[in-house]
């Protein structure tokens, strides 16, 4: 059983950035491939983007490419998701999820959640 734990939301203003983490706590960290959705009131959990195991791969949902960046630090069994130039539509709760083998897109994918971290961006 992996457990995943989030941090770094908060409230900020548009154009502004954060860093979210997401701690596992699974030995073998470098074996999941790691992903970061986001749900905003009333809609649906999205893919945001993905990270596989070694590092080596990412991709990233077209509405935030070019100002998310997701890393992974496998000594750490930690990822983060470096969000810059932050706009309201961005707000909403973010999710780590974690699975074995290749990354993907789909929420149904993915075995372990986090509980979620809320990241608020005032215009």
């Known amino acids: 059983q992996v457990q995943l734990v989030e941090s770094g939301g908060g409230l900020v203003q548009a154009g502004g950035s954060l860093r979210l983490s997401c701690a596992a706590s699974?030995?073998?960290?470098?074996?999941?491939?790691m992903g970061w959705f986001r749900q905003a009131p009333r809609k649906e959990r999205r893919f945001v983007a993905f990270?596989?195991?070694?590092?080596?791969?990412?991709y990233y949902a077209d509405s935030v490419k070019g100002r998310f960046t997701i890393s992974r630090d496998n000594a750490k069994n930690t990822v983060y998701l470096q969000m810059n130039s932050l706009k309201p539509e961005d707000t909403a709760v973010y999710y780590c999820?974690?699975?074995?083998?290749?990354?993907?897109?789909?929420?149904?994918?993915?075995?372990?959640w986090g509980q979620g971290t809320q990241v608020t961006v005032s215009s």
């Open positions: 699974e030995r073998t960290f470098s074996t999941y491939a």
């Open positions: 990270i596989s195991g070694s590092g080596g791969t990412t």
């Open positions: 999820a974690a699975r074995r083998g290749w990354p993907t897109v789909s929420t149904r994918d993915y075995d372990y």
